[in-house]
């Protein structure tokens, strides 16, 4: 909550002229500036302060996150360059990171590819939003991948990275097995293996239509990363009374 409020005192002058965005609560003169600055400040100082007490790698994933999206994404690459959404995912995962290690010390490979998840997810969830409105980008000289390459090519380089997302998410089905009985894994792998059809179709889907259903994409994307956090938790919550743990 705090980084975002940085990053919306940052984008106000985009803000102000996308229509998609102009009516959010600093464009449209519901809360004023420096309430966003000072009051998103006072977040990340708290939250901060929480994830140290709590352990050292989390107050590292937080504040690294914090710094990549309001520092890295919001005011340095996203006016500039076509690279701002990738240099900006870290911040996406970040916070899977800083939980998870906030009770856990050891490293362990199912929450390294749930955050790999959300780091190639984030260019093809932002970038299909970003075809949409590539006209609002266009006029607030932000250089949106489609805004610089146009439409076509955009979703040429998003078929890489929806079959990353596709392949991400069976490895961590895979992973996510030895937590169980033969069974049950069987099930993980499964609901993880159609969650990466799933959204290998909707791209693929979009992209023969010619971009006419780009907005049946978004909400795809959406609906994949919701439905994958889901199964995680679902199957975590699994693990104590059926896991096997190894």
Do not use: C
């Not at 998870?100 to 790999?116: D, I």
């Not at 993880?192 to 049946?216: A, R, V, W």
Request: proline share 4%; hydrophobic share 55%; net charge positive.
């Amino acid at each position: 909550m705090g980084a975002e409020s940085i990053s919306n005192y940052f984008d106000l002058p985009i803000d102000k002229v996308m229509r998609r965005t102009m009516n959010r609560p600093l464009p449209s003169g519901r809360l004023k500036p420096q309430t966003a600055l000072y009051g998103g400040l006072l977040l990340i100082a708290i939250m901060l302060l929480m994830a140290f007490k709590q352990s050292l790698l989390s107050f590292i994933f937080m504040s690294t996150g914090v710094f990549d999206y309001t520092i890295i994404y919001a005011y340095i690459t996203k006016k500039r360059t076509y690279w701002n959404i990738i240099l900006g995912a870290y911040s996406g995962g970040a916070p899977l990171l800083a939980g998870f290690y906030a009770f856990y010390k050891t490293f362990n490979l199912a929450a390294v590819l749930m955050f790999f998840a959300i780091l190639i997810w984030t260019p093809l969830h932002i970038w299909t939003l970003s075809i949409k409105y590539k006209d609002d980008y266009s006029r607030a000289s932000v250089p949106m991948l489609p805004v610089v390459f146009g439409e076509r090519k955009t979703m040429m380089i998003l078929m890489p990275v929806s079959v990353l997302v596709a392949i991400v998410s069976v490895l961590t089905g895979i992973v996510m097995m030895r937590y169980f009985p033969f069974s049950l894994a069987a099930v993980d792998l499964v609901v993880f293996f159609i969650l990466g059809l799933y959204i290998l179709i909707s791209y693929l889907k979009t992209f023969l239509s010619g971009n006419e259903n780009i907005m049946k994409l978004f909400g795809s994307t959406n609906a994949f990363i919701g439905s994958f956090f889901i199964a995680v938790a679902i199957f975590s919550l699994l693990i104590p009374f059926w896991g096997v743990v190894k």
